[in-house]
């Protein structure tokens, strides 16, 4: 087989065989093919998409990269939630304390930022103590004596979606339907969950821009969940602005915390509510979205999802002091008000253009080098369809260095998309995918 046939027959819009599949990612992980090839390969593939069988293939090569985990020794139904990537997105933070609190068992991998979208195990290093790197046998304890352990993803998890996920973030192939797909399932399936609920973002702070495409990743992302045997549920959520009013490592932590404190964002909450559903029925705890429901909203109410997040963080290491008092954490030397330039009605606030902000000033990772800075950040003081006065605060910036403030206030300024009519109310959710169908909201 030679490297040279497979990018001629994809690009000329042929069907790869699993073989020609599985020689492309054993080799390109072992360091046969040269980047170059690879690189052309993914335009192909870009252009010329992969059918489903294609995507399954190149999922199940994937995860025959490298090592799988095996979780069989927890004992429950182990639900793994996975989101796309967005700008504010604390949900795993929150629903994982949740979900463990109604006992379902959360085990769950995750990785850091790249990027304007922020990572959840670099907000988790933000808090004094927490280690996300813990043995294996550890992550098992954790799991089946407090019910909730999120760790970074060990080195030898898929290491061939390192490689090609590299390669894509710097050739402009990253928004493939299939290439997301196998991406995301193949590390899934690699971490020995049982069933999967998928947070699908769609809009300007998301890869999927509209909402066709995001229901097209779901529906394959739930084709392969399905075909190999792993309960899998997506549901297709907005980012055209960012999920609650945190942006940052720090600022997203305090948001986590109120939250499960039962003050969260209305966004935040309402998202977490459906998605934390899913994995209770998925997880054998709910039979149906409202009997969930009510067991969520007793969690918060009885303290006990806060309680689970604190037992998380003692059993990783952590300092929970921070808990009652988030004073304690990293913070910002300067706080800067971002005040509106007209009156009207926030129509839009573009999601990218905020993550890039908070990226600016350091919350992430312009290279894969980068050190976090985790006190800065924006927190937004408006949200879509909240009427604004001319001097009103629209967001406030937590720098560190000053001349960060400026640039960063006209890029905020800039994404607000203010309106002279009043926004009709915006859905969060479009609709749900499973393996009896699509759901349109
Ligand atoms: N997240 C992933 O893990 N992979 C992708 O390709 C896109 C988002």
């Given at each position: 087989m030679r490297m040279y046939d497979i990018i001629m027959k994809k690009r000329d819009g042929g069907e790869l065989s699993k073989e020609e599949i599985e020689y492309f990612v054993y080799n390109y992980t072992k360091g046969n093919i040269p980047d170059y090839q690879a690189s052309a390969l993914l335009m192909a593939i870009y252009?010329?998409?992969?059918n489903k069988r294609e995507t399954a293939d190149l999922t199940m090569a994937m995860v025959n990269s490298g090592e799988t985990i095996d979780l069989t020794s927890i004992n429950g139904i182990k639900v793994d939630k996975h989101s796309t990537g967005g700008v504010g997105d604390k949900t795993s933070l929150v629903l994982g304390p949740m979900v463990a609190a109604c006992e379902v068992p959360v085990a769950k991998m995750s990785g850091r930022g790249l990027g304007y979208t922020g990572?959840?195990?670099?907000?988790?290093?933000?808090?004094?103590?927490?280690?996300?790197?813990?043995?294996?046998?550890?992550?098992?304890?954790?799991?089946?004596?407090?019910?909730?352990?999120?760790?970074?993803?060990?080195?030898?998890?898929?290491?061939?979606?390192?490689?090609?996920?590299a390669l894509r973030d710097v050739t402009a192939t990253v928004d493939n339907i299939s290439l997301i797909a196998s991406s995301i399932m193949s590390?899934?399936?690699?971490?020995?969950?049982?069933?999967?609920?998928?947070?699908?973002?769609c809009g300007s702070g998301a890869f999927m821009k509209n909402k066709d495409d995001a229901f097209e990743l779901g529906q394959e992302m739930v084709d392969i969940g399905t075909a190999l045997n792993r309960?899998?549920?997506?549901?297709?959520?907005?980012?055209?602005?960012?999920?609650?009013?945190?942006?940052?490592?720090?600022?997203?932590?305090?948001?986590?915390?109120?939250?499960?404190?039962?003050?969260?964002?209305?966004?935040?909450?309402?998202?977490?509510?459906?998605?934390?559903?899913?994995?209770?029925?998925?997880?054998?705890?709910?039979?149906?979205?409202?009997?969930?429901?009510?067991?969520?909203?007793?969690?918060?109410?009885n303290g006990l999802a806060l309680k689970k997040f604190k037992e998380?963080?003692?059993?990783?290491?952590?300092?929970?002091?921070?808990?009652?008092?988030?004073?304690?954490?990293?913070?910002?030397?300067?706080?800067?008000?971002?005040?509106?330039?007209?009156?009207?009605?926030?129509?839009?606030?573009?999601?990218?253009?905020?993550g890039i902000a908070s990226l600016m000033l350091g919350a992430g990772r312009e290279t894969k080098e980068s050190k976090i800075d985790f006190g800065v950040g924006i927190v937004l003081n408006k949200k879509v369809g909240d009427s604004v006065l001319k001097g009103e605060v629209l967001a406030k910036i937590y720098a560190n260095t000053e001349d960060k403030i400026a640039p960063c206030n006209e890029k905020i300024i800039n994404s607000f998309i203010i309106s002279d009519k009043a926004i009709k109310n915006k859905k969060l959710i479009y609709g749900v995918v499973s393996d009896k169908g699509i759901e349109r909201y």
């Open positions: 252009f010329k998409k992969m990572g959840t195990i670099d907000k988790l290093e933000s808090i004094k103590g927490f280690s996300v790197e813990i043995p294996m046998d550890k992550f098992i304890e954790n799991v089946n004596t407090v019910g909730l352990s999120i760790v970074g993803q060990t080195g030898n998890l898929v290491p061939a979606d390192k490689k090609i996920y590390k899934k399936i690699a971490s020995g969950t049982d069933a999967i609920v998928l947070d699908v973002k309960k899998t549920v997506a549901v297709i959520s907005d980012m055209d602005e960012p999920l609650g009013f945190a942006v940052g490592n720090v600022l997203e932590i305090i948001e986590v915390i109120e939250t499960l404190k039962g003050n969260g964002p209305k966004d935040l909450v309402q998202l977490c509510l459906s998605l934390g559903s899913h994995m209770l029925i998925l997880g054998g705890k709910a039979q149906n979205p409202y009997e969930a429901e009510k067991l969520l909203k007793n969690i918060i109410e998380f963080v003692m059993a990783q290491g952590g300092d929970p002091s921070f808990i009652d008092n988030t004073n304690l954490m990293p913070s910002a030397k300067y706080i800067y008000e971002v005040k509106s330039d007209k009156e009207g009605f926030v129509e839009k606030i573009i999601a990218d253009e905020i």
